[in-house]
């Protein structure tokens, strides 16, 4: 079975802290995405990366960026976290892109700025 | 732009039949998928249809007509585990990205 991990379940930080999220999946997948999910808009594509080294913005990449630097590892980084970034935060990967690629998802971190 | 619409949410009783839709608007869209979100948990994968009409997975069938730009998930027999959150998505546009529609809660009551 593909597992992809976080870091942490549960986050809390202060505004204006730089925040590290990391993700790991185990299934050699090329492809990892950043999610984050809110009451009533679904998931939203933060950053997604295609290969090590590189990546794409998402539809709301404003306040994040992200590193691959291994095939295994997505990082997610907010660099000055507010408060509108308390959100539930999923990573997932899959083997290649597109509708029918089945995207794997980590259990989410539930991020608390205050 | 491209976005795909679900409605809120959705009530049935044990052992009916509910049709959760999905509606989008997108240029080049490629097909759709569907994936389920237990409270607390990751979503998973459900279903993907690349093809006009119903693909059929046990208790779960999902429909999609692209000159209508509309898709549905079928579930019968509903049992009491089937409470969760559903969401569609789809891949279409330049990039080829996967876009969530905004998700329909299901609460399946005795």
């Known amino acids: 079975d593909v597992k992809v991990t976080q870091s942490s379940r549960y986050l809390v930080k202060r505004t204006g802290e730089k925040v590290f999220l990391e993700c790991v999946q185990d299934?050699?997948?090329?492809?990892m995405f950043w999610y984050r999910q809110d009451p009533g808009l679904g998931l939203r594509l933060i950053y997604f990366?295609?290969?090590?080294?590189?990546?794409e913005k998402g539809d709301i990449p404003e306040g994040y960026s992200v590193s691959r630097e291994k095939k295994e590892r997505f990082s997610l980084i907010l660099e000055s976290a507010s408060t509108n970034q308390t959100s539930m935060y999923l990573c997932?990967?899959?083997?290649?892109?597109?509708?029918?690629?089945?995207?794997?998802f980590g259990p989410g971190t539930r991020l608390l700025v205050l | 732009g491209q976005s795909l619409e679900q409605p809120s949410e959705v009530t049935a009783v044990e052992g009916a039949i509910v049709q959760i839709n999905c509606t989008y608007q997108?240029?080049?869209?490629?097909?759709l998928s569907w994936y389920q979100q237990h409270d607390g948990g990751a979503p998973t994968f459900l279903s993907y249809?690349?093809?006009?009409g119903l693909e059929e997975t046990g208790r779960f069938s999902s429909f999609l007509s692209r000159s209508d730009s509309y898709g549905y998930l079928l579930l019968q027999e509903l049992q009491m585990k089937d409470s969760a959150s559903y969401f569609c998505?789809?891949?279409?546009?330049?990039?080829?990205?996967?876009?969530f529609g905004t998700g329909t809660l299901l609460a399946v009551q005795p």
């Open positions: 997932a990967s899959s083997l290649r892109q597109g509708a029918g690629e089945t995207q794997y």
């Open positions: 299934m050699d997948h090329e492809n």
């Open positions: 990366s295609y290969d090590v080294k590189m990546k």
């Open positions: 997108t240029s080049g869209f490629y097909g």
């Open positions: 249809n690349a093809l006009d």
């Open positions: 998505a789809g891949a279409g546009g330049a990039t080829n990205k996967l876009i």
